[in-house]
């Protein structure tokens, strides 16, 4: 039997997300002032922290058995990453690929495949839910972030995470990098891992080999693919457009806690 969620929680947070769907209704003249985003921050804020407040920071997403592993897991994204230097690594199969650790940290990191498969690991079965009304459910094997950031010594400015990622997506302004971030709370989460292996095979390039984020506690769109670099920072300020993430930058949420 699987764990649902929380049907209290469930109606607060639909109450947030109506507020917003309301809200972006309007003409976009008014979505581009100030104040009007302002409000579009302040219901987001207003849902992490009842996420917060109900989890206590520590609640565990939802966990099935293998019986419950969906017979095909769709691919979320991208299905492959046209950087130059992504693709010399996957015609060697990652063999000298390595993830970067920098930004507000003490000790920069530079990890390999088979050094990441050697740290402290969690594997999970979990539910993905895309935001577009699909879910699968998916078995996954990784490194967890917490030990990878307590190796690295992060400084005490340091808020949150930036996956930086090899693949790109559009924008306004041509091809964007994509990228996403979690805060502290969410980075030392137990089922916050790398993910390198998925349904006990090593992770397919159309699922963001050689490892992908797996934050259980959020929307599909917040699973980073095809990871190449970790970036401890105060705020995104100088990062895309400031909101956090590609799909921020488009004007999702950026928490998209379930």
Request: aromatic share 10%; hydrophobic share 35%.
């Amino acid at each position: 039997m699987t764990v649902e969620h929380d049907p209290t929680r469930r109606r607060l947070l639909k109450g947030g997300t109506a507020a917003a769907a309301l809200m972006l209704s309007g003409c976009d003249r008014l979505s581009e002032s100030d104040w009007f985003r302002q409000i579009l921050e302040s219901v987001e804020g207003l849902n992490l922290r009842i996420q917060r407040a109900l989890g206590r920071g520590k609640e565990l997403a939802p966990e099935y058995t293998a019986a419950d592993l969906s017979p095909l897991f769709k691919v979320n994204g991208n299905d492959d990453a046209e950087d130059d230097r992504y693709q010399k690594h996957a015609d060697t199969q990652f063999a000298d690929w390595k993830l970067e650790v920098g930004g507000l940290v003490e000790q920069p990191l530079q990890l390999s495949l088979a050094e990441l498969r050697a740290l402290p690991a969690r594997t999970q079965i979990t539910r993905h839910d895309c935001v577009e009304g699909w879910s699968c459910i998916g078995k996954w094997t990784g490194a967890r972030l917490a030990p990878i950031l307590q190796q690295a010594r992060l400084k005490p400015e340091a808020r949150y995470i930036v996956f930086h990622c090899a693949d790109t997506m559009p924008s306004w302004k041509g091809p964007q990098p994509y990228y996403e971030s979690i805060d502290l709370d969410d980075a030392f989460h137990e089922q916050t891992i790398l993910a390198y292996d998925m349904n006990d095979q090593p992770l397919p390039i159309a699922h963001g080999a050689p490892i992908r984020l797996r934050a259980e506690r959020h929307l599909g769109y917040k699973q980073a693919k095809f990871v190449m670099k970790l970036e401890a920072v105060t705020s995104f300020r100088n990062i895309g457009d400031g909101k956090g993430s590609y799909w921020a930058d488009q004007g999702y949420s950026w928490y998209a806690g379930i």
